[in-house]
């Protein structure tokens, strides 16, 4: 009998162990790979549930504020600042041709002014070029002040005209004798008595020649 109590004490020691004794030893006994994969997956569902909803269209619309018509504003206005930059355009095309018209019309002016004055002078001046065409006709040494002179006035555009041969122009020529000619089909000039000088277009004085008249 007192064996037997013996080894009825020593299986409830047995059974009394300390694993049996705490609920959690088995928990805590449980396999390591588990328990990450446990843990990996309450992190993704955290996660998730962290994640920002996309926002809808009419959330963003609401969110901006945004009315129906304003794109249709939007078109209205443009079409109307076209409009403006088109007028804006015109009245500058024509300022500019204005002003053309403008400097043009004083470049040519000026210039009808300078020739006026040129012409002036120049008149004045003709007797001195009358002699200078004698001397060189007549073979004479030219001084070479007076050569000088002929060139500035060549260079403000006087020319000398008037030549033998050339058709009787009552616009450029001056007639202080005439010959009849029956053979001649329009008058000539036969000869120069003293040679026609202009500036540019205007001129200064027309050449007086001797014209040989066509019979008629």
Do not use: C
């Not at 920002?52 to 504003?73: F, G, M, N, S, V």
């Not at 018209?101 to 012409?119: C, M, P, S, W, Y």
């Amino acid at each position: 009998f007192a064996q037997s109590s013996s080894a009825d004490a020593a299986d409830t020691t047995s059974n009394n162990s300390p694993a049996d004794s705490d609920p959690t030893a088995e928990t805590q006994t449980a396999d390591p790979v588990a328990a990450t994969d446990n843990a990996a997956d309450n992190a993704d569902i955290s996660s998730n549930d962290q994640e920002p909803r996309k926002l809808t269209d009419q959330e963003i619309l609401d969110a901006l504020d945004y009315e129906p018509d304003l794109e249709e504003h939007l078109e209205d206005e443009i079409i109307n600042d076209a409009g403006r930059i088109a007028i804006l355009e015109d009245q500058l095309a024509r300022s500019q041709a204005e002003f053309i018209n403008f400097r043009n019309r004083n470049k040519r002016e000026t210039q009808e002014l300078g020739d006026v004055i040129t012409a002036s002078l120049v008149e004045k001046l003709l007797p001195v070029l009358d002699d200078l065409d004698r001397m060189q006709e007549a073979g004479d040494t030219v001084p070479p002040t007076l050569t000088k002179f002929r060139e500035i006035l060549e260079s403000w555009g006087v020319q000398s005209f008037g030549d033998v041969g050339e058709p009787f122009d009552p616009a450029v020529h001056e007639a202080v004798l005439s010959n009849p000619k029956a053979d001649l089909q329009v008058d000539t000039v036969s000869a120069i008595a003293a040679k026609g000088y202009k500036l540019r277009d205007r001129v200064i004085r027309p050449a007086k020649v001797v014209v040989d008249k066509a019979e008629v």
